[in-house]
């Protein structure tokens, strides 16, 4: 069992950046690749981008790619997603989810423990 909590979120002006963090409960978590998932009012949770168990590989979405960045640290059982430039159409629930299969995905069925997210609201 791994518990998720994500933090960071807040309300933003467009063209501002925010830095969410996830948070484990367990240094297991280092085995875990991770995603990031949004959920905007009234549409289906999106895939973000993902980092691999180790740190050294990351996927995007092609609308974050080039302002987002996810890191981790193990260290700290952390992982980040910091949002750089951020636009209107950013503004969701803000998910991250442990993923214990090879290779990537940005099918959220796959991913199998969700924090309970973070808001991230950006204004024009």
């Known amino acids: 069992q791994v518990q998720l909590v994500e933090s960071g979120g807040g309300l933003v002006q467009a063209g501002d950046s925010l830095r969410l963090s996830c948070a484990a409960s367990?240094?297991?978590?280092?085995?875990?690749?991770m995603g990031w998932f949004r959920q905007a009012p009234g549409k289906e949770r999106e895939f973000v981008g993902f980092?691999?168990?180790?740190?050294?590989?990351?996927t995007y979405a092609d609308n974050v790619k080039g302002r987002f960045t996810i890191s981790r640290d193990k260290a700290k059982n952390t992982v980040s997603l910091q949002m750089n430039s951020l636009k209107p159409e950013d503004t969701a629930v803000y998910y991250c989810?442990?993923?214990?299969?090879?290779?990537?995905?940005?099918?959220?069925?796959?991913?199998?423990?969700w924090g309970q997210g973070t808001q991230v609201t950006v204004s024009s």
């Open positions: 980092i691999n168990w180790s740190g050294d590989r990351t």
């Open positions: 989810a442990t993923y214990a299969g090879s290779g990537s995905t940005t099918n959220q069925y796959q991913y199998d423990y």
């Open positions: 367990t240094a297991t978590f280092s085995i875990y690749s």
